[in-house]
């Protein structure tokens, strides 16, 4: 199913800080409310913070009381501005801002024309978005044999894209395959993003699915109890991909247990411009780390480090898993700006 949706000026996308006790649908009609959504992580998941930042574009063009295209341009590149200030780290967020602003820059109709093609560009990225997540789940299931056991962490399914998902792409198309594999879900501290959207997913969709703690990760590798991981991507650049903290840990464990590791991602999240040590790490708010919920768990004024993502080195990685192929270790040497994405 769709996680955002366009309708006639309200943005339809569920608060995932919610789920998964309650089901609640935000209907989000200024790019103040988009931008909260983003910084608060009502909305999340690099492909779906792309959309997103679409469709904020969308609400200030169809919003907007411009009487010529400079002044709605004007409006736009604020928007964009805004949005981009909002999370650092996912190249999505900048690279769908960058896609609208670069169409409505070179657009030569009046005002009018310009607002029907800022919201139609933002839906064509959304619809993109949900069909690479396919393409990906087709790509990536070939990697998948029957009776696998595959670990993956934080939420890269359908609540991290427009649909579908990347990591979880893989495995839903492995299932609807007839493949009979399982899942185990790091519970993905401090937000629990496994524990709350991952599993919420795959329980809904009939997938076996395990939940484990976070440090648990190795001693399930050293039963044997896991064939493959796959996760997804915030950022993937020269040397490294960006995802949820606790990704790297996993990946040397899956290393040294001689376990497959796999990046499901779009194209999109490519950022081959630069290489780990270029890139902002989102720091977020140390009440995430201090508090579950409303509960606090660690004494007062405590130093608490908060980084939102972890670097995880391309020697580490066994595959990335695309739309249109799948890089392995032969491509990653060669990923540089002028690599043929």
Partial sequence: MRMIKWENGTVLTPDQTKLPLE???LKLTTVDQMAKAIKTLQIRGAPLLGAAAAFAIALSAYNSKAQTTIEMLTALETTGTTIKEQRPTAVNLFWATDRVLNMARTYTGDVDGLRAAVIAEAQKIADEDAAQNYAIGKNGAALIEDGDTILTHCNAGELATVEYGTALGVIRAAWSQGKKIKVI???TRPLLQGARLTTFELKRDGIPVTLITDNMAGYVMSKGLVNKVIVGADRIVQDAVFNKIGTYSVAILAHEHGIPFYVAAPK???DLTCKAANVTIEERKPDEVTHVGCQQTAPDN???????FDATPLKYVTGIITETNIYTKEHFTKFNPTFPL
């Avoid at 405590?302 to 939102?308: F, K, Q, R, S």
């Fill in 23 to 25: 089901e609640i649908t």
């Fill in 185 to 187: 879900a790091d519970e």
């Fill in 268 to 270: 999109s999240t490519f």
């Fill in 302 to 308: 405590i130093n608490v480090m908060n980084p939102t």
